[in-house]
């Protein structure tokens, strides 16, 4: 039994949002010294050949990251790192502070394993977030920036959103992710749209002179048609990549008794959804348009049915939650098991595997 096992019990007894931030604040105080960063680095760290990623100009020491929601606010990149994942995506970061919706806003499926979240991207602000990692550095691995709009925004307003974004951080970003398909934000107009895509991206290109890879973020409950004229926008403007997948509304086979709750669905019953999505699109773009795969993340078993189905990278949330602070070392070291097993000599040459 870990210590984490142990003391989740206890941390599950306090509300969602409040266990979260505390665990950020215990974090951010360990990774504030050297010392006790490289203690966890000594307990947590893993470290692999075979699981190493180049994508997007960069290398990935490995493919498990930290989906955005996690850290939206920078603030424990570092600890991150020394837990051993291989990068981490801040945000959604809007251009000003915003307070999100009312709390409660966060709840545990726990018959599911799963959390249902309605935060309304709250945040501290893109330029709290760019002096943060401008006084902190970024971390040693790479980073992905997720940018959003204010709550407030008319859809030309949002345009201006993205670009203030974009601007202020981009600097910092090894890849930054549009985020236009959050559940739990006003809808205000159509975000997914594909003439509000087109002019977010418009804007983008004439904006991204330090080229830096561009993606963008899209949800398990839209018609396939839909994600492939997304896909189709994506390859039209040279996009960088997809991010698959956001959280879910639907509340199908759930057995936690507050599943009515509303809001964006994430954890272990989104698992086999995202990994379809996937495949569905490394398929369509026969491989040749990098994914993220995100949603259900929470073992090397299920990581490696979205590399298999076309993801170059996985992340997660939720897994992170329920399994603890080992997690990314629990599924790195069972990828490279997988990987041996199978005969594959790096995760890259794992990707698509199952489309062959």
């Known amino acids: 039994m870990t210590l984490y096992s142990r003391v989740r019990p206890l941390a599950f007894t306090l509300p969602a949002e409040t266990a979260h931030d505390l665990g950020k604040r215990t974090l951010r105080a360990a990774q504030s010294t050297w010392p006790t960063r490289t203690a966890l680095s000594y307990a947590y760290g893993y470290e692999d050949p075979a699981l190493e990623v180049d994508l997007f100009d960069t290398t990935f020491p490995n493919p498990v990251g930290i989906a955005a929601g996690f850290d939206k606010n920078a603030e424990v990149t570092h600890a991150l790192e020394a837990l051993g994942f291989g990068f981490v995506e801040i945000g959604t970061v809007t251009p000003y502070p915003q307070a999100g919706n009312d709390r409660p806003r966060?709840?545990?499926?726990?018959?599911?394993?799963?959390?249902?979240?309605?935060m309304g991207f709250n945040g501290q602000g893109m330029e709290r977030v760019k002096s943060r990692l401008a006084d902190d550095g970024t971390p040693d691995f790479p980073l992905g920036v997720n940018i959003g709009k204010m709550n407030s925004s008319t859809e030309r307003e949002a345009i201006e959103d993205y670009?203030?974004?974009?601007?202020?951080?981009?600097?910092?970003?090894?890849?930054?992710?549009?985020?236009?398909?959050?559940?739990?934000?006003?809808?205000?107009?159509?975000?997914?749209?594909?003439?509000?895509?087109?002019?977010?991206?418009?804007?983008?290109?004439?904006e991204n002179d330090r080229n830096v890879p561009i993606l963008v973020k899209i949800g398990p409950d839209e018609p396939e048609v839909s994600v492939f004229d997304l896909v189709d926008i994506?390859?039209?403007?040279?996009?960088?990549?997809?991010?698959?997948?956001?959280?879910?509304?639907?509340?199908?086979?759930?057995?936690?008794?507050?599943?009515?709750?509303?809001?964006?669905?994430?954890?272990?019953?989104?698992?086999?959804?995202?990994?379809?999505?996937?495949r569905s699109l490394a398929e369509y773009t026969d491989g040749e348009l990098p994914i993220i795969g995100v949603g259900g993340v929470d073992s090397a078993e299920?990581?490696?049915?979205?590399?298999?189905?076309?993801?170059?990278?996985?992340?997660?949330?939720?897994?992170?939650?329920?399994?603890?602070?080992?997690?990314?070392?629990?599924?790195n070291r069972g990828l490279a098991a997988l990987l041996e097993r199978d005969g594959?000599?790096?995760?890259?040459?794992?990707v698509g595997a199952d489309l062959e």
């Not at 966060?106 to 309605?118: G, S």
């Open 344 to 350: 594959f000599s790096s995760v890259e040459d794992a």
């Open 234 to 278: 994506v390859q039209e403007f040279d996009l960088d990549g997809i991010v698959a997948t956001n959280t879910s509304t639907s509340r199908e086979g759930l057995a936690s008794p507050n599943q009515e709750e509303w809001g964006g669905l994430s954890g272990k019953p989104l698992a086999d959804r995202s990994t379809a999505v996937i």
């Open 163 to 206: 670009r203030r974004v974009f601007d202020r951080l981009s600097p910092f970003a090894d890849y930054v992710v549009v985020n236009v398909s959050c559940p739990n934000t006003p809808d205000e107009f159509d975000e997914g749209s594909s003439e509000h895509l087109r002019a977010i991206f418009e804007m983008l290109e004439v």
């Open 106 to 118: 966060l709840f545990r499926l726990r018959e599911d394993e799963a959390m249902v979240n309605r």
């Open 302 to 331: 299920n990581a490696y049915a979205k590399i298999r189905a076309g993801a170059s990278l996985v992340q997660l949330y939720t897994g992170f939650v329920y399994e603890g602070p080992s997690t990314a070392t629990q599924i």
